[in-house]
């Protein structure tokens, strides 16, 4: 009698089917989770930025005083919209979700592709309508520190990075936070390394806009100032150079620095429509979309150290 061959075997059985998508494309920030939001009432939030400062002095007896006011100028930070929909064909959501929900799977995948969007313009944003400014072009580029004028660029040093963390005066010198992708970090550590010290760790409480979770998480750390790895941050071309990276410090807070944006009618974060049909096919959408922006109150609470060698 013949042995039951394992081609009719598979015919009576069937692999395992793990619940859920793991996933795969995933980009290290932990940074945007750690940004304060300022909500507004308008399509953007509006500062008044001091220009000049407002004239004083000492005055002999019956000497005149100063009565120089300041200048002020206005800078406008446009909320952007970040949005996606989701369509499932009601076939599939009835007939092909006994393992997984085809709706409340593409949903939270969605979420995931519309957070991406909005952690890499924090970084990379370009301000041109519809997209709001992010970091690379808010900074000033008074505060830009070149680690080489050379085409081939300038290695990180410790005293660049001291260099870089001594440009943000926006609360009196104290830094909130220092910027760097992978690469930076491991030259960084390196250096650390080198002059006979361990790593620094700083602990720091997160709150993730886009999946509500909270907790609290180490990081590498210099002077105490946390440093967040984010591989939003890329190379860039630095006089005729390519390939060169770049590391930013700053200060967060409402008044002071660098804040995220929301309207005022609702908390942060990921809005999820209730579920609509489609005019055209038999299918069932949500739309997942996020209200958002950046804005820096200082110039002064921001700076960049730029062309630097990955070598």
Same mark, same amino acid.
């Given at each position: ?18 619940? +859920? ?38 005055? $002999? ?33 009835? %007939? ?23 952690? $890499?313009?924090? /970084?990379?944003?370009? +301000?041109? #309508? ?13 505060? /830009? ?19 870089? /963390? ?6 009196? +010198? ?13 030259? #960084? ?34 002077? +105490?100032?946390?440093? #967040? ?18 590391? *930013? ?20 974060? /990921? ?19 996020? *209200?958002?922006?950046? %804005? ?13 060698? %990955?070598?």
């Amino acid at each position: 009698m013949a042995s039951l061959t394992m081609a009719q075997a598979a015919l009576m059985t069937q692999d395992q089917l793990i619940q +859920g998508v793991a996933k795969h494309i995933l980009t290290v920030d932990l940074f945007a989770n750690t940004l304060p939001f300022v909500p507004t009432n308008a399509k953007a939030l509006v500062i008044n930025r001091e220009l000049t400062e407002s004239g004083s002095g000492f005055v $002999d007896i019956n000497g005149s005083t100063d009565s120089t006011g300041a200048t002020v100028t206005q800078d406008s930070y446009p909320l952007g919209r970040i949005v996606g929909d989701v369509e499932v064909d009601d076939f599939e959501q009835v %007939a092909m979700s006994s393992i997984n929900d085809q709706m409340g799977l593409q949903t939270e995948l969605k979420s995931k592709a519309v957070g991406r969007m909005w952690k $890499d313009k924090i /970084i990379t944003g370009t +301000g041109t #309508f519809p997209q709001f400014s992010g970091i690379s072009n808010l900074v000033d580029a008074s505060q /830009i520190i070149e680690a080489s004028s050379t085409t081939s660029g300038g290695a990180l040093t410790l005293a660049l990075l001291d260099q870089l /963390i001594d440009q943000v005066t926006a609360k009196d +010198g104290e830094v909130d936070f220092i910027l760097m992708n992978a690469t930076m970090r491991r030259k #960084f550590r390196a250096l650390v390394r080198a002059q006979g010290f361990s790593n620094e760790e700083v602990e720091l409480g997160f709150l993730d806009p886009i999946t509500g979770d909270r907790g609290t998480q180490k990081i590498h750390a210099y002077d +105490g100032i946390p440093i #967040f790895r984010n591989d939003f941050i890329g190379t860039e071309t630095v006089n005729s150079g390519s390939g060169k990276h770049r590391i *930013y410090a700053g200060v967060y807070g409402e008044g002071e620095g660098l804040v995220a944006l929301s309207p005022a009618d609702n908390d942060p974060g /990921i809005r999820i429509s209730v579920p609509f049909l489609s005019e055209t096919k038999d299918a069932t959408l949500r739309r997942v979309k996020m *209200y958002t922006g950046l %804005a820096l109150y200082s110039k002064k609470a921001l700076a960049k150290l730029s062309n630097l060698s %990955a070598a």
